[in-house]
């Protein structure tokens, strides 16, 4: 069983909006921080996005700030990436990722859980 599942990616021009979803079972949600990465083609992954496990703790990449924002509702096992002002470098395999504890680093060897990934394609 897949532990995070994501969805809401697609194509869309530059300066429009996409929300992505995150979902997965009540375990895998409330004790732990969700991250949201992306990989775009042959770059490495980077952090975009994390929440603490209660939505109190929230941090984001520069390269985000201002245009994302990362929100959760535990009680549906969710955790959602609004993503305003897109960019064509915004392009990329997004995935979100569950670790225990919070903090700022985006370490992905911190990350024990991740999803699939979802496309998304922000074209100028």
């Known amino acids: 069983q897949v532990p995070l599942v994501e969805s809401g990616g697609g194509s869309v021009q530059a300066g429009g909006s996409l929300r992505l979803s995150c979902s997965g079972s009540e375990y895998m949600f409330r004790p732990y921080s969700i991250a949201w990465f992306r990989q775009a083609p042959g770059r490495e992954r980077e952090g975009v996005a994390v929440i603490s496990n209660t939505g109190g703790g929230t941090y984001y990449a520069d390269a985000v700030k201002g245009r994302f924002t990362i929100s959760r509702d535990n009680a549906k096992n969710m955790v959602y990436l609004q993503m305003n002002s897109l960019k064509p470098e915004d392009t990329g395999t997004y995935y979100c990722?569950?670790?225990?504890?919070?903090?700022?680093?985006?370490?992905?060897?911190?990350?024990?859980?991740w999803g699939q990934g979802t496309q998304v394609t922000v074209s100028s």
């Open positions: 990722a569950a670790r225990p504890g919070y903090d700022t680093k985006f370490e992905e060897a911190r990350f024990g859980y």
